[in-house]
């Protein structure tokens, strides 16, 4: 049968080549997207990649239900947590974080201010979900938690967001080292990696709770209802749930 298309009627090498360039167009196009949507979404995107080969994949939600309603067990509070504000609050804002993260970022002050209007309504809980296209984000996770054995996380914790383009070994012992810590005990802590066992965990908590990008955050009532937030909301956003939470 003979046929009277374009394409068919081009030179097999020509053809070829007009393949390829068709095929890296479309792919272009798709991560164009993929990429758009993460910037809509106001969070990083955990993806297929969300962490090192070995650890468990995020639950599925039910079917039908989309992923941002998706809620599982969320790890209770324990006293190896970060807590800023009152440990005996109502209201309980757990905070699944990367520090690389820019959307992170972008929610360090909406948790500021949280904590600075709500002192005794809410405790805020931070925990680590470092994503592995983030290169610093597990080694700032350990090195945070080796801030915290001298008794300065959440110090140390805003210095990484406020210089967030600085991340790296350099700058986390100029961090510690403006935090007045024992260099050599911060020093000894990060060169053994013993806290990275720490950062996994916690990521592994998140995972099972549902989290598929940073930053992801749950709002949990007294009564033990839960709202979750997805993504860097503003402070003006999330009032409404907190008020809300508290009225429960």
Not at 103 to 128: D, G, L, M, N, W
Not at 145 to 170: I, P, R, V
Request: hydrophobic share 40%; proline share 8%.
């Amino acid at each position: 049968m003979e046929s009277n298309s374009f394409v068919n009627s081009l030179p097999p090498k020509t053809a070829f080549i007009g393949g390829i360039v068709t095929a890296i167009l479309l792919l272009g196009t798709l991560g164009f997207i993929v990429l758009g949507a993460c910037m809509l979404s106001g969070s990083c995107g955990a993806g297929g990649s969300a962490a090192p080969s070995g650890y468990v994949a995020p639950t599925a939600p039910p079917t039908g239900m989309p992923d941002d309603e998706f809620v599982g067990p969320i790890p209770p509070v324990t006293d190896d947590d970060h807590v800023l504000g009152d440990r005996n609050a109502p209201v309980t804002l757990v905070e699944y974080s990367d520090f690389e993260c820019p959307f992170c970022s972008r929610f360090f002050p909406t948790v500021k201010q949280i904590a600075a209007e709500y002192p005794r309504q809410v405790r805020i809980v931070y925990r680590h979900f470092p994503l592995s296209f983030h290169p610093q984000a597990e080694p700032a996770g350990a090195a945070s938690e080796c801030a915290a054995e001298q008794g300065k996380f959440w110090e140390f914790h805003d210095k990484l967001f406020e210089n967030q383009t600085m991340l790296s070994t350099a700058y986390y012992s100029q961090a510690a080292r403006e935090l007045g810590l024992n260099m050599q005990r911060f020093d000894d802590c990060v060169s053994s990696g013993r806290m990275l066992a720490k950062v996994r965990e916690q990521y592994q908590g998140g995972v099972g709770a549902g989290v598929n990008g940073t930053p992801g955050s749950f709002i949990i009532a007294a009564d033990g209802s839960v709202t979750p937030i997805r993504g860097a909301l503003p402070y003006e956003n999330v009032k409404p749930m907190i008020d809300a939470a508290l009225a429960r």
